[in-house]
Structure formats: C-alpha cells, structure tokens
C-alpha cells in the first residue's frame, strides 16, 4: 500500500479504533487528525487562552511545538517536549473541543501538520477524505446510531451513559459542517458490526 487510506466519521463511530487495526493490517502508521484537535483544546484551557481568541490560540499552539507522533501502538502529542495525550480524553476536553475545531486558523494548522507526515498512512477525522487528503484513493466514512456511539464511549468515561450522549449530540451538532462525507467516500454503518467486522470489510475493499 502506497497512497493514502481516509476515514471518517462523527464521535464514537469507531474510526480510531477501526483505523489502527487497518493501519496494522497494512503495516502502515495511522493518523489521528482529532489528537491534534484535542491538544488544542486542552492546551486553551491550560494555559487560560480563550478559545474564541483565534490569533491568541494560534500563537500558543506555534510557541508550544507541538508534534503529532504516529506511533502505531496509539498516537501521541507532544507539546515541547511534554506528551499530553494523557490529558486529552476528558469531558473537560470534549466540552470545548468543538469551539476550538470550528476555528479556520487552527483547521489550517492541523491540517499542515497532517501534511507533513510522508505517505503511506491511514488518516481518520471528519474531513481527511473531503478537505485534508481529497486525492487519496480509498475514503471511507463510518456512521453508527447515536446511542450506540454514546455506548461505546460511555465505556471510557467515568460519566453515566445519559450524560455522555447529551455531550455526544450536542458535538455532532456543532461538528455538522465539517462531518460531511466526501462524495466517494464508501460510508459503513457500524451499529450492528463488531470492530473486526469493520475492519475486514474495509480490507476486503480494499483488495478489491
Ligand atoms: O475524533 P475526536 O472525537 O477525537 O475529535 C475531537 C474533536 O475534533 C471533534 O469535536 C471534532 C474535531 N475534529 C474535526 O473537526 N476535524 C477532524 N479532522 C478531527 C476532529
């Protein structure tokens, strides 16, 4: 495999998850486009930048360097040296993460640090197969039903079940824009496959 592979899909549809196991299958790295979002998001309320402050935010994430590492066994970020990824899966993060995604400038700076990471390479997220990477050749996009989703990540959260699929809807409506499928994206519907499921149906496509 040499080109590109992109998948996407709103919160919880399984996509990290689904694009590890691809990329092990393939023996290629895997990108998680949404770390980067994240770390964003974390670094804002760590260092008390407002998040609707664009230019403040920019400058923050440029003075921190922070480095996606595409380590197969999970991704990491780094900010100066730290590894935040501990930090990023937190409803503190989840709140706000939105916010932050929806501003054009820090798009623009994750997408170039996406950019810099030579191919091959899985890259999942909302908008890889649309916006980031609209020439690689196999775009999938995973969907599931929300209480499904808020199942799943409910498993990985300390919050009851109820809570975290209000926090889920609530981010699927803030992420609506930049969640569109891109037009030759094949779009799989995980709610009744188990994540081997998925993933044998994304290699069988991809043999073909
Ligand atoms: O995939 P995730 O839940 O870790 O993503 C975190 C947030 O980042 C989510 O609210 C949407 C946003 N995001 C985005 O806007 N574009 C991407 N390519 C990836 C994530």
Not at 123 to 150: I, Q
Request: charged share 30%.
């Amino acid at each position: 495999m040499r080109g590109i592979v992109t998948i996407d899909g709103p919160s919880a549809s399984g996509k990290s998850s689904v694009a590890k196991r691809v990329a092990e299958a393939l023996g290629v790295p895997y990108l998680s486009s949404g770390l980067l979002y994240r770390a964003a998001a974390h670094l804002a309320l760590r260092s008390g930048v407002d998040p609707k402050d664009e230019e403040a935010l920019l400058r923050l994430l440029e003075a921190k360097r922070v480095r996606l590492l595409p380590e197969r066994a999970g991704n990491r970020v780094l900010a100066d040296g730290e590894d935040l990824t501990p930090f990023l899966h937190t409803l503190e993060v989840d709140r706000i993460v939105s916010e932050v995604a929806r501003l054009p400038g820090v798009r623009a700076w994750v997408n170039r640090r996406l950019k810099e990471v030579p191919p091959p390479f899985v890259a999942e997220g909302r908008d890889m197969g649309r916006v980031v990477f609209p020439e690689a050749p196999h775009k999938f996009y995973l969907t599931a039903r929300p209480e499904v989703r808020a199942q799943r990540r409910a498993r990985e959260r300390p919050e009851a079940y109820e809570e975290v699929l209000r926090q889920l809807l609530f981010r699927d409506a803030k992420d609506r824009t930049q969640s569109a499928p891109a037009p030759d994206a094949l779009v799989l519907d995980t709610s009744d496959l188990t994540l081997e499921e998925t993933v044998a149906r994304i290699l069988a496509h991809l043999k073909d």
